[in-house]
C-alpha cells in the first residue's frame, strides 16, 4: 500500500499551531494575517518533515480553481517544428504555478467538441486554442465566455474579443527584401511559392516582400510559382534554369521551399551564393542542415507559446492581436551580387 499523505492537521499539530494558522502560513498569507516569522518558519519545517503536499483536488472543489490550463491544437502538438510552442506554453504554465494539459484534434470537430468536454468536466480553468498555420479561426461555442487566448490564429472580428498571438509575417517579408538589398541586390531577384491568397501567411509575407522592395525602389523580377514542399520547387526551380532563367537571388516562402531550390540550382551548376542568393522563412531545422546554411526569417514558435499563456494567466488586459517579431537568422546563403 502507499504510505498515507500528510495532513494539514498533522503540519499544525507537529508545528504547534492551530489549523487555520498552518493553512495560512502555506497559502503565502503570513503577513496579512500578522502570523510571527517563528510560527512561520515551525510550520514550513513540519510541512518538509513530513512530505506535505496539499490535496489540489479537495482545494477546487472549495475554490473552484484548479489552476490547470488546456492547450487544444490541431496538429500543434505532433508537429516537430512547432513543438517549441508547447514548450514555451509549458514555461509560462508553470511560472504561473499551473498545470497545462494538451489535446489534439487533427482538424476533426467530433473530436474537438469531445476534447472541450472533457476538460470542462475537469473544470480546466483557461484555454489556449492553437491552429498549426496562421488562420482565421471560429471559435467553439463550448468556449464562448470562458477564458480564451488565440495560439497563431485569429477572428475575423473588427473588435477582437480574445487576444490573438501570431507571428509577425508581413514584418518577415519586410525583413527578408531588406536583407538582400543590404547585401546589394537589386535585379533579377524571383520569388519562389505560390503565395495563394488563402494562406495566411503566404499573402502577408508577400506583402511585407513587396513594400520592402518597393521602398528601395526595387521590384521582383518574377514568380517561380510552385506548392510549399521540396519536390514542386525542385521541379519548378529547374524547368525555370532549364528555360533561361538566370535568377540573381531567390525569395523562397518557406524552408521546404528552399531544399527544392537548392537542389534544381545545384544541378544547373549554380553556387550559392556566388551565383545566387537565397533567403528563406521559418527557420527549421532545415535552415542549418542545409549547405551552404540557409538564411531564414524564425517563426518564434517558443515565444508564440509562452506569450499565449501569460496573457491567459497575467494581469488583465483589453483583448487584442498581438504579432510577435520574427527575427532574421543571417547564414552563408545570402551573398553581394
Known amino acids: 500500500m502507499p504510505p498515507q499523505r500528510a495532513t494539514l492537521l498533522q503540519v499544525a499539530q507537529r508545528a504547534g ?34 512530505d506535505y503536499r496539499p490535496n489540489l483536488m479537495a482545494r477546487s472543489l472549495r475554490t473552484k480553481v484548479t489552476r490547470t490550463v488546456a492547450l487544444i491544437s490541431d496538429t500543434l502538438a505532433s508537429d516537430p517544428y512547432a513543438g517549441r510552442a508547447i514548450h514555451g506554453s509549458l514555461a509560462a504554465a508553470v511560472a504561473h504555478d499551473h498545470l497545462l494539459f494538451i489535446g489534439e484534434t487533427e482538424g476533426d470537430s467530433v473530436v474537438e467538441g469531445k476534447l472541450i468536454a472533457d476538460f470542462l468536466d475537469r473544470q480546466v480553468d483557461a484555454f489556449v486554442y492553437a491552429s498549426m498555420f496562421t488562420r482565421y479561426v471560429r471559435v467553439p461555442k463550448q468556449l464562448k465566455g470562458r477564458p480564451v487566448v488565440l495560439l497563431n490564429c485569429l477572428t475575423r472580428a473588427a473588435r477582437p474579443a480574445y487576444h490573438s498571438v501570431i507571428p509577425d509575417e508581413a514584418a518577415a517579408g519586410l525583413s527578408a527584401a531588406r536583407t538582400l538589398v543590404g547585401a546589394g541586390h537589386r535585379d533579377g531577384i524571383h520569388l519562389v ?50 528555360g533561361g532563367l538566370a535568377p540573381k ?32 522563412f521559418d527557420d527549421s531545422d532545415l535552415a542549418a542542415w542545409l549547405r551552404p546554411q540557409l538564411t531564414s526569417i524564425a517563426l518564434p514558435h517558443y515565444q508564440l507559446g509562452w506569450k499565449a499563456v501569460e496573457l491567459l494567466l497575467g494581469a488583465a488586459q483589453d483583448p487584442a492581436v498581438h504579432r510577435l517579431p520574427m527575427p532574421v537568422r543571417l547564414r552563408a546563403s545570402v551573398g553581394k551580387p
Open 193 to 242: 511559392g505560390k503565395p495563394a491568397g488563402h494562406l495566411f501567411a503566404g499573402r502577408e509575407r508577400l506583402a511585407g516582400i513587396r513594400d520592402g522592395f518597393g521602398a528601395a525602389g526595387v521590384r521582383l523580377a518574377g514568380t517561380i510559382e510552385c506548392d510549399w514542399w521540396p519536390e514542386p520547387a525542385y521541379e519548378a526551380v529547374r524547368r525555370a534554369l532549364a
Open 249 to 280: 537571388a531567390l525569395v523562397c516562402l518557406n524552408d521546404r521551399v528552399a531544399l527544392g531550390a537548392y537542389q534544381a540550382l545545384r544541378e544547373a551548376g549554380r553556387a550559392i551564393p556566388g551565383d545566387v542568393s537565397v533567403v528563406s
Open 17 to 50: 499551531v492551530s489549523r487555520s494558522t498552518a493553512s495560512f502560513v502555506l497559502a503565502g498569507r503570513h503577513l496579512d494575517m500578522r502570523i510571527s516569522e517563528d510560527a512561520r518558519q515551525r510550520v514550513l519545517r513540519a510541512a518538509q518533515e513530513l
